[in-house]
T-cell receptor, first 114, second 115 residues
Framework: DADVTQTPRNRITKTGKRIMLECSQTKGHDRMYWYRQDPGLGLRLIYYSFDVKDINKGEISDGYSVSRQAQAKFSLSLESAIPNQTALYFC?????????????FGSGTQLSVL | GNSVTQMEGPVTLSEEAFLTINCTYTATGYPSLFWYVQYPGEGLQLLLKATKADDKGSNKGFEATYRKETTSFHLEKGSVQVSDSAVYFCALSIAIIQGAQKLVFGQGTRLTINP
């Protein structure tokens, strides 16, 4: 089983709909992250969480919200989806406190907003 | 600000060719540097890292040296294989208050190796 699991793998929705992407991890890590990947832009940080009581905005948080329901679960919501939120979304975790710690990524959720 | 610039792709090579993917960075402070690889249909995986100037990261035949004087972290491999076909991301990591890190990624370079 994967250490970082994202659901769904693919989702097609319409403009204005509410969408939730879910992420769960079995690594026991405190730190969890949501990134989006767009062609030619690399990955950009949406939100991150250090523990269940801590949520922080990343560089592109507008139009998104998150919930850290438990140490192992971190969900990303689009309250009212718009076409430019069409992207590949990745959840990631890390276990350490230093800047040298590697991130563990899920396999991604491809979201298409029509 | 902090940013990473990678050589534009896509890059197509024949098997056993020499590979270089250029990466330069701009950062405040002293970041750690990483190369992540993304195989088709998968998430990113750490390929190698270097945490201070002149460090060389290496893994699976790939190497990259942290060059502070040129602010570069170029990825190299002496003889590529078809299985190396993937998208490669250069990234820098900066510490955030409270001890967590923030990764800043380059735009990615798609590599295709032909038999």
């Amino acid at each position: 089983d994967a250490d970082v699991t994202q659901t769904p793998r693919n989702r097609i929705t319409k403009t204005g709909k509410r969408i939730m992407l879910e992420c769960s991890q079995t690594k026991g890590h405190d730190r969890m992250y949501w990134y989006r990947q767009d062609p030619g832009l690399g990955l950009r940080l949406i939100y991150y969480s250090f523990d269940v009581k801590d949520i922080n905005k990343g560089e592109i948080s507008d139009g998104y919200s998150v919930s850290r329901q438990a140490q192992a679960k971190f969900s990303l919501s689009l309250e009212s989806a718009i076409p430019n939120q069409t992207a590949l979304y990745f959840c990631a975790t890390s276990g350490g406190r230093s800047a040298n710690e590697k991130l563990f990524f899920g396999s991604g959720t491809q979201l298409s907003v029509l | 600000g902090n940013s990473v610039t990678q050589m534009e792709g896509p890059v197509t090579l024949s098997e056993e060719a020499f590979l270089t993917i250029n990466c330069t960075y701009t950062a405040t402070g002293y970041p750690s540097l990483f190369w992540y690889v993304q195989y088709p249909g998968e998430g990113l995986q750490l390929l190698l890292k270097a945490t201070k100037a002149d460090d060389k990261g290496s893994n699976k035949g790939f190497e990259a040296t942290y060059r502070k004087e040129t602010t570069s972290f170029h990825l190299e491999k002496g003889s590529v294989q078809v299985s190396d076909s993937a998208v490669y991301f250069c990234a820098l990591s900066i510490a955030i208050i409270q001890g967590a890190q923030k990764l800043v990624f380059g735009q990615g370079t798609r590599l295709t190796i032909n038999p």
